[in-house]
């Protein structure tokens, strides 16, 4: 079973210009979470999704920033307009879709480092 | 509102000697409660966790932490230290049964030596 998915790696961008960040959840899972983690910082929630549904986004900046998980897919975090201060960590989690403790554990995957420049 | 503190940011071992990382939350409501470990340039990876039950909660890799309620704490601990654990760990808090956003303190790292 493989893990969560998350593309790319590393991504440059040079101020003014547009991020994608992919994740691909767990087969199985249906519910991500996207975490940023700023330099010596630990992470920071910035928004929790279900298919087609934005369930908690109180973590996101208001402005630049979108998240979407469409019915067929990998979830998607856009920053429009980047700026030096977005440099970080993005990471992405999921957890299964089925009632009980399982529910409460999140799998992460390996990170998305964005530089700006 | 729910936080977690994780006293000492850099903690050093000796190959051998026991871990103790500490974590306390704060919370209205009762937690579920989480240790992730993080090696350089990877994702976070379950330790373990406390949801309900055995306030004693065993882990991968020897690791175990115990829910103290009363102390609003859940410090990680190993008997003894092994090179390859040197990494950072996070303590994380959720606050309700169902799959919600995990609130993360700042992390400690590990480092062992010789």
């Known amino acids: 079973n493989a893990g969560v998915m998350q593309n790319p790696r590393h991504l440059v961008r040079r101020r003014g210009q547009e991020a994608r960040l992919r994740c691909s959840p767990m087969?199985?899972?249906?519910?991500v979470y996207w975490y940023r983690q700023l330099p010596e910082e630990g992470l920071k929630f910035m928004v929790y999704l279900q298919k087609e549904n934005i369930i908690d986004e109180s973590g996101m900046p208001k402005e630049r920033f979108s998240a979407e998980f469409p019915k067929e897919g990998p979830s998607i975090l856009r920053i429009q307009q980047v700026v030096r201060g977005d440099s970080a960590a993005y990471f992405c989690?999921?957890?299964?879709?089925?009632?009980?403790?399982?529910?409460?554990?999140?799998?992460f995957g390996p990170g998305t480092r964005l530089t700006v420049t | 509102a729910q936080s977690v503190t994780q006293l000492g940011s850099h903690v050093s071992v000796s190959e051998g000697a026991l871990v103790l990382l500490r974590c306390n939350y704060s919370?209205?409501?009762?937690?579920?409660l989480f240790w992730y470990v993080q090696y350089p340039n990877q994702g976070l990876q379950l330790l373990l966790k406390?949801?309900?039950?055995?306030?004693l909660v065993k882990g991968i890799n020897g690791f175990e932490a115990e829910f103290k309620k009363s102390e609003t704490s859940f410090h990680l601990t190993k008997p003894s230290a092994h090179m390859s654990d040197a990494a950072e760990y996070f303590c994380?808090?959720?606050?309700?049964?169902?799959?919600?956003?995990?609130?993360f303190g700042t992390g400690t790292r590990l480092q062992v030596t010789l």
């Open positions: 919370s209205s409501v009762p937690p579920y």
């Open positions: 994380a808090v959720s606050y309700t049964g169902t799959a919600s956003k995990l609130t």
């Open positions: 989690a999921s957890s299964p879709s089925q009632t009980g403790a399982l529910r409460d554990e999140q799998y």
């Open positions: 406390y949801t309900t039950g055995a306030t």
């Open positions: 087969k199985g899972h249906s519910h």
